[in-house]
């Protein structure tokens, strides 16, 4: 059975860092493309970074040079590390297991950036 959980959330000051974590069940990391998306109110949601199998790791524009994503397969877990914060970074975040089928969600964990 396939289950994400995202933790690490919170409120951080603008120019703070904050670490995300996904954990993982019925999943094999070395396999699949995770990934992160955010959604703040009234906008879309979007990517923010993914990970393949191999490592391969994309970043969107939005957050390049501040944002890196990692993954541990041992403990099939898939990480965002967030440095350098903005107020417009502040939105629910997601992890994402991706898949022709739709994939499978987290249920998300709230960042705010506030001073």
């Known amino acids: 059975q396939v289950q994400l959980v995202e933790s690490g959330g919170g409120l951080v000051q603008p120019g703070g860092s904050l670490r995300l974590s996904c954990a993982t069940t019925g999943t094999v990391l070395s396999l699949v493309t995770m990934a992160w998306y955010r959604q703040a109110p009234g906008k879309q949601r979007d990517l923010v970074a993914s990970?393949?199998?191999?490592?391969?790791?994309i970043i969107a524009d939005s957050v390049k040079g501040r944002f890196t994503i990692s993954r541990d397969g041992a403990k099939k877990t898939v990480y965002l590390q967030m440095n350098s914060l903005k107020s417009e970074d502040t939105a629910v975040y997601y992890c994402?297991?991706?898949?022709?089928?739709?994939?499978?969600w987290g249920p998300g964990t709230q960042v705010t950036v506030s001073s």
């Open positions: 990970i393949t199998g191999n490592g391969t790791a």
């Open positions: 994402k297991r991706e898949g022709q089928f739709g994939g499978y």
